[in-house]
């Protein structure tokens, strides 16, 4: 089964940061076959919260996506982004 990041933003409260990390997150993503199915862009608030960005990101499976998370490149993007960010990510398998 496919896994999926899943990472909507409360807040970003540095962009320029946002995006030094985006920048050290995707070597990792792409290290672990991981591929963007949406980054930012239009969306359209139907029930709760709007959310100032949503990535979804699609691995081959579950276990490459939580790998790809507790990986030292991954690690090192995290590290850039400390507390300029304010999100939930999630793991979750495909159908």
Known sequence: MK?????????????EIQKKYAE????????FG?????????????????SPRTVIVEFS????????YNSKEYKEALYVLKDSAKRNLQIVEGA
């Open 24 to 31: 050290k997150a995707t070597v990792a993503i792409k290290k």
């Open 3 to 15: 896994g999926y990041w899943l990472s909507v933003y409360e807040k970003v409260a540095d962009p």
């Open 61 to 68: 499976s579950y276990e490459n996506a939580e790998k790809c």
């Open 34 to 50: 991981g591929i963007f199915l949406c980054r930012g862009g239009k969306n359209l608030c139907l029930e709760g919260s709007k």
